[in-house]
Nanobody, 127 residues
Framework: QVQLVESGGGLVQAGGSLRLSCEASGSTFTMTTMGWFRQAPGKEREFVAAIRWNQENTATDYVDAVKGRFTVSGDSAKNTVSLQMVSLSPEDTAVYYC??????????????????WGQGTQVTVSS
């Protein structure tokens, strides 16, 4: 059974940085698409960033609100993905979830396409 384990959340002041990491274990298959979603109190889960690998290239996608501040990276051979977050603001406060799928997801922003999810890690940004 595939398990996604996130780490790196915590409390940080506005303007600070955090790095989230996620590892998919228990799978003999490579996760072709891995991403991050977040859910703030009283709001729906939203897409943050994702990365997708194939033989030709690596593709990434970001929600507009984090472009230029967050960077997604990973290692497909190790089934790991990270999210480097800088210039954090209180609006980034949420539970961040790692998601992964064996498939080449053409639309990485859709949560329903991912088969595997982590338990979430809390990110709190104080003003």
């Amino acid at each position: 059974q595939v398990q996604l384990v996130e780490s790196g959340g915590g409390l940080v002041q506005a303007g600070g940085s955090l790095r989230l990491s996620c590892e998919a274990s228990g799978s003999t298959f490579t996760m072709t698409t891995m991403g991050w979603f977040r859910q703030a109190p009283g709001k729906e889960r939203e897409f943050v960033a994702a990365i997708r690998w194939n033989q030709e290239n690596t593709a990434t996608d970001y929600v507009d609100a984090v472009k230029g501040r967050f960077t997604v990276s990973g290692d497909s051979a190790k089934n790991t993905v990270s999210l480097q977050m800088v210039s954090l603001s209180p609006e980034d406060t949420a539970v961040y979830y790692c998601a992964a799928d064996r498939g080449f997801l053409p639309y990485m922003r859709s949560a329903r396409l991912y088969d595997h999810w982590g338990q979430g890690t809390q990110v709190t940004v104080s003003s």
